[in-house]
């Protein structure tokens, strides 16, 4: 009897496990014993062929036994929902860098020594100066290629030849390029990168260091997470700044002015403080 087949976003096809289903489940913060029983009964539900059904099929299960779990479990899809500009994103990057002990800024304009550059993020650390290039992709399948670490590379010279010869840059070294994703990296742009001394971020990579550690090491969830926000809500507020579900309690005011009120406000801000609560549990 053939093992069952299942295509990933990125287009691949490969056997369906149900202990990777599991530990997924797990690392939202779902006991084993329960963990083992939702991977066991989508493994026997038919038209689970693709990864996409299946997260879907996880994902509404635990959404109606525990929201905030349901919200940690979606958390790779609850990024991609930070678009489809890609600057929510940005911002999301600037607060986990924040959390760990870095001054940002955001959508900064630096001249190089033969033009100037739109960065998307600065972030400054131990008299350290970094650039973080944040590639946002709205599909869960696209690799960022080859092509786009040279890209910024190249971008990342032309400043740091200025840098060295201003005012500025005695204020503090320009220390290092990161480009960060939200999905993958293709294997000749992790070679190019290593090679170039350059440190790229995506969600898995690299280990001890990557999107979904850092997400977990600093305890913050993007609002997109939570399950009762509408698609529509989750735009306005994100317009108006407001990024992370413990940022909510604060900016109720946005919430209010996206249309929600009463009863499913209160919904919400509950759901938001359980999120914040099962992080700092985990």
């Not at 689970?48 to 940690?72: E, F, G, I, S, W």
């Not at 100037?116 to 600065?122: A, L």
């Not at 650390?125 to 290629?145: A, Q, T, V």
């Not at 070679?191 to 001890?208: D, N, Q």
Request: charged content about 30%.
């Amino acid at each position: 009897m053939s093992k069952k087949q299942i295509l990933k976003t990125t287009g691949k096809k490969e056997e369906f496990s149900v202990k990777k289903l599991q530990l997924s489940l797990e690392r939202a913060g779902i006991d084993t014993r329960k963990a083992k029983k939702i991977a066991n009964e989508i493994a026997l539900e038919q038209g689970m062929d693709t990864t996409v059904k299946v997260h879907r099929t996880a994902y509404q299960k635990l959404k109606k036994k525990n929201a905030p779990t349901a919200a940690r479990y979606n958390l790779k899809r609850a990024l991609r929902a930070l678009g489809p500009s890609g600057y929510p994103f940005e911002q999301f990057v600037a607060r986990l860098l924040d959390a760990r002990g870095y001054k940002t800024s955001t959508n900064r304009t630096l001249r190089g020594q033969c033009i100037t550059h739109e960065i998307d993020v600065m972030a400054y650390k131990d008299e350290r100066h970094f650039i973080f290039e944040c590639k946002f992709h709205n599909h869960l399948g696209y690799k960022s290629d080859v092509q786009t670490v040279l890209y910024m590379k190249a971008r990342f010279d032309d400043i740091l030849a200025k840098w060295e010869n201003t005012h500025e840059g005695r204020g503090g070294h320009l220390h290092k390029l990161w480009i960060v994703t939200n999905t993958q990296f293709t294997s000749q742009a992790v070679k190019y990168a290593k090679c170039a001394g350059i440190e790229l971020m995506s969600w898995r990579h690299p280990r001890g260091r990557s999107l979904a550690e850092l997400i977990d090491k600093t305890g913050l969830h993007p609002v997109t997470a939570i399950t009762k926000l509408s698609k529509r809500q989750k735009d306005y507020i994100l317009t108006h700044g407001l990024v992370l579900c413990r940022e909510v309690e604060m900016k109720i005011d946005v919430l209010k002015h996206a249309g929600v009120h009463g009863h499913k406000l209160e919904q919400i801000v509950e759901e938001a403080r359980a999120i914040v609560k099962l992080q700092n549990e985990t």
